[in-house]
């Protein structure tokens, strides 16, 4: 799992890093037509656009058969179960380039979130840091300590937090690119990156102990240590938005919008047509 | 048609040629007409709305050399002073402003008016009005119809005036237009715009200080918690949800863990996470009200303060302002403009009176916590005055600051030294803070001083002036011992009665409501009206000579100087909607809080012991406001609604017979 997330990363990072500078939107209809390429090629490959389209072509005749017969008993009878059968055909032709592309797309979303979900804190912008602790640390006697912090005007806390075992601190962002800091709680350090401004960047709101499942959903920086106090560190960034006219949207749903309207462009454009 | 053109019409294919004669005719219809050509060569003019800004106390500031802007900008065009409203009330005296009427020509009498058919107080400004009727689903309700808020200020505005005519406005929260007028001109709603409980602001503070009990207090609440392991559940409420039977108030829970030693806590509300350190102010919060679940919600934006985090807590929670990024209710126009200001500059306060004065008068905040709110409110209007400043081409640009008034009313008591609530220790630490809002006030002028030209047109207006608030006249007790007012059985004198306790309106000739407004009981206008019209003007006469005798028992001054007679002062098509009479106090004096809503306490004249210790509500001639202008005026002596016409006139558009105003120009 490991290697896939980093050979994602160098890809990604590739992709996005030189859009950096660049328009979010454009960012956004690369990744959405990176996904819907995987969508539609995964559909090509597994699926069978012959048999889909007879499946519902016969689905489509039943439902014709119903209102054009709907005066004969007998079709009226049988008329709902024929549509229900047809329907069952259907959705199981397209169920297995589903399953199959399932994966791939939650995996290749997973690190494309991490760039469109949230953006870096701006100058002089205010960040909580969050720090969970194992259970076997109890926050009021584990020591804390801020070892080296650069790029921060301003460090509020530790607030501790023994209901919950936590460590909070509020970070405020200077007039720099990247701000880090490193923390020793017991005896292990932690050092976190923070970038300051607008560009597009990988980010990591959640960082947790490397475990291969934990990476697949928080794929963008190095797992903790198992064997550290800290089970969890959760960086409180800002949601990237864009808008569309005046409305505001997370930019992670129109990555979606756009994702599904380029996979049914893209199926129309090779011939297959699943609707 | 000459020949050439029906052959052009021939060759032009129908098609075409109904396309064409379609957006010729819509170009024609919907394009703004010229803007007129202006006879006073104005093509730029800026009208800054100074609330409170007293004449004498900027003549003092400017001798001392502390408004430099200000000097620049009467030696360059002219001062005078302004005559304000009766009553120098804001939403009266602004409304003037807007109107170029008086009173009885847009309707807004004083900040309370009552309903004469419930003898019930109201906000004056604005009201919500429509359907009350509902489905009952359950333990639902579905409305069926919308109830909305009225903008109850009549008469046309001389924006409306401006833009028929083609001149590009842009008028920001002018006092008195919540909802917004509706127009083509950019504007936002101001003084009259309510929180998302439908109040003029409505603060909660949490605490766990033994000194304290939950309780309901003026303009806000106070909620006693416990901490638990240092944790607490705070509840934030939001509007009354319309969807439910009784209509309870929607509240998000905001969650406080401490630090066990140190003075730093946690918050969280909904998406948000904070850390704040002991003192420290947060940035706007974005909460959100679900009256139906995923399908109705209501959006606010609120900051809190953390006053104490141990020993004892206090977390301070301002009112909950209307969202300008999802407003709940139209407080601008075009409706989109909050939006995009959000976009453009952040968050915003929205509500109409933002400076926390209840909570100050509470004694929640404290006298440098309400500074801090004060300067984060005049800072953001600042901000927000520069970002329209920058982009303001030509046409006609209003912008309205409100903490210099809101200030003077809270710190009067510590430039006079004959105040009640005067101490030497609070002279010493905030005696300077009404001449620093001066200052900041002159800032804004020096900047806009800069961005004049041949062209442009400035002009800074203050409503009206201030004077000390020492002492609180109870008009109702007064009429109550001299048998105007009547009580069914012996009156409960308390201070903390409102709304007319045990009124007798069977025998009650007359009541006082609002800061100055007095009423006669009326036969055919109030509901239990007494007086008929051949009584009222012996009982208005008989009212006028009373209160104008009546002497403060403690210091012998007279406490009014004059009582006018409504039918004297106001004309207009509304005249007869307003108070009989209006109380015009004498400088030191005012209308007691009690009166305001119908109170009736046990003594006449009382010390005045609240925060709020300057004032403007006594007669007119006492309170002018100032206008300064970058050009000369005709007049030596100005109103305030000679202020739209004289706009009007600045553009070269016509004044409308309406307006009452005379032009300076």
């Known amino acids: 799992m490991s290697s896939m997330n980093r050979a994602l990363q160098l890809l990604e990072d590739w992709l996005f890093g030189a859009l950096a500078f660049g328009s979010i939107w454009l960012a956004l209809i690369l990744a959405a037509a990176l996904v819907s390429s995987l969508l539609v090629g995964v559909v090509l490959i597994c699926g069978r656009p012959q048999a889909v389209r007879a499946s519902r072509n016969r689905f489509q005749a039943r439902t014709l058969e119903l209102l054009l017969f709907r005066h004969d008993v007998r079709v009226l009878c049988t008329a709902c179960g024929r549509i229900l059968a047809a329907n069952a055909v259907y959705i199981s032709q397209l169920f297995w380039p589903a399953l199959v592309s399932a994966l791939p797309l939650t995996v290749l979303w997973m690190h494309a979130l991490a760039w469109f979900e949230h953006r870096p804190a701006g100058q002089g912008h205010l960040t909580v840091l969050e720090l969970q602790l194992a259970d076997e640390f109890p926050v009021l006697s584990t020591p804390v300590e801020v070892v080296r912090a650069e790029g921060f005007d301003n460090i509020v806390g530790p607030v501790r937090i023994p209901a919950c075992n936590q460590l909070c601190f509020r970070l405020t962002t200077a007039n720099v690119n990247n701000a880090e800091i490193t923390l020793r709680v017991g005896t292990e350090e932690y050092r976190q990156l923070v970038p300051i401004d607008e560009r597009l960047v990988r980010l990591s709101p959640v960082i947790e102990r490397d475990r291969p499942w934990l990476q697949l959903m928080h794929p963008a920086d190095r797992p903790l240590s198992v064997t550290g106090p800290v089970v969890r560190i959760v960086t409180h960034y800002p949601k990237r938005t864009v808008f569309v006219g005046q409305w505001e949207c997370s930019a992670s749903f129109v990555g979606i919008v756009l994702t599904g309207a380029l996979s049914l462009l893209g199926a129309r454009m090779l011939g297959l047509s699943l609707f | ?343 453009e500059i952040g968050y915003f306060y929205t509500q109409g ?215 004297d002062v106001y004309s207009g098509p509304y005249a007869e909607a307003g108070p009989d009479l209006i109380v015009g106090y004498r400088p030191n004096y005012r209308a007691s809080w009690d009166t305001v809503l119908g109170g009736i306490p046990r003594q006449h004249v009382v010390d005045n012991r609240d925060p709020w210790s300057g004032d403007h509500c006594v007669a007119p001639m006492f309170v002018p406001g100032v206008l300064l202008s970058s050009r000369p005026l005709r007049s030596s002596a100005a109103k305030l609604e000679d202020l739209a016409p004289t706009i009007l006139r600045g553009f070269g558009v016509s004044i409308p017979d309406e307006m009452t105003g005379t032009p300076l120009i």
Not at chain 2, 380 to 385: A, G, K, S, V
Not at chain 2, 399 to 425: I, K
Not at chain 2, 511 to 518: H, K, R, T
């Open chain 2, 1 to 343: 048609m000459n020949a050439e053109a029906g052959r052009t019409c021939r060759q032009m294919p129908r098609r075409t040629f109904l396309k064409a004669a379609t957006g010729a005719l819509l170009a024609a219809g919907c394009a703004k007409p010229p803007a007129p050509s202006a006879a006073s060569g104005v093509q730029r003019m800026i009208v800054l709305g100074i609330d409170g800004m007293d004449p004498q106390l900027m003549r003092r500031f400017i001798d001392e050399g502390r408004l430099p802007n200000c000097q620049r900008l009467i030696e360059r065009g002219s001062f005078l002073p302004l005559g304000t409203s009766c009553p120098p009330q804001s939403p009266v005296a602004w409304s003037n402003f807007v109107s170029g009427c008086n009173p009885g020509g847009h309707g807004i009498f004083d900040f309370i008016a009552r309903d004469p058919l419930t003898m019930q107080p109201y906000h004056s400004v604005s009201r919500l009005t429509g359907t009350s009727s509902a489905m009952p689903l359950g333990n639902w309700r579905i409305p069926l119809g919308a109830a909305a808020p009225q903008n109850l200020r009549r008469g046309v505005t001389f924006w409306e005036e401006l833009e028929l005519h083609g001149v590009d406005c842009t008028v920001l929260r002018v006092p008195a237009n919540f909802p917004p007028t509706k127009t083509d001109a950019v504007t936002l709603s101001g003084m009259g715009t309510p929180d998302l409980q439908g109040n003029y602001g409505t603060f909660t503070y949490f605490t766990d200080d033994p000194k304290h009990r939950s309780r309901e207090v003026s303009g806000g609440r106070i909620e006693k918690v416990v901490l638990d392991q240092h944790h607490v559940r705070c509840q934030i409420r939001g509007p009354a949800n319309e969807f439910l039977a009784d209509n309870p108030s929607v509240e998000v829970t905001l969650e406080v863990d401490r630090d066990p030693v140190s003075r730093v806590a946690r918050l969280v509300v909904q998406n948000t996470t904070l850390v704040l350190a002991e003192g420290e102010w947060s940035d706007w919060i974005v909460v959100r009200f679900s009256l139906m679940p995923y399908a109705v919600e209501v959006s606010g934006i609120c900051r809190v303060l953390l006053k104490g985090v141990h020993e004892p807590f206090g977390l301070y929670v301002s009112s909950v302002n209307i969202n300008p990024a999802e407003p709940s209710a139209q407080i601008s126009t075009p409706p989109d403009y909050a939006r995009q200001l959000v976009r």
């Open chain 2, 353 to 567: 009176m933002v400076e926390d004065t209840h909570a100050l008068s509470a004694g929640v905040l404290t006298a440098a916590e309400y500074r801090q709110q004060a300067l984060f409110v005049h800072d953001e209007r600042l901000r927000f005055y520069q970002h329209e400043l920058q982009r303001f081409q030509q046409g006609f640009l209003f912008y309205y600051f409100s903490t210099l008034d809101l200030s003077s009313h809270m710190f009067w008591r510590a430039l006079d030294p004959g105040h009640p609530q005067f101490t030497a220790e609070l002279a010493q630490a905030h005696g300077d803070f009404i001449g620093s809002l001066y200052e900041r006030v002159d800032q804004a002028i020096g900047e806009t001083l800069a961005t004049l030209d041949e062209q442009s047109w400035l002009m800074v207006v203050s409503d009206h002036g201030f004077t000390s608030f020492r002492r609180q006249f109870n008009l109702n007790s007064w009429l109550l011992d001299h048998g105007y007012l009547q009580t069914t059985g012996p009156a409960q004198r308390a201070a903390v009665l409102t709304g007319f306790p045990d009124v007798d309106w069977s025998r009650t000739r007359a009541y006082g409501l609002g800061i100055n407004g007095l009423y006669v009981n009326r036969k055919g206008r109030e509901v239990y009206g007494t007086v008929g019209s051949g009584d009222a003007d012996r009982l208005i006469q008989e009212l006028v000579s009373g209160l104008e005798a009546v002497r403060d028992p403690e210091t012998g001054e007279r406490v009014i100087e004059r009582v006018f007679v409504a039918r």
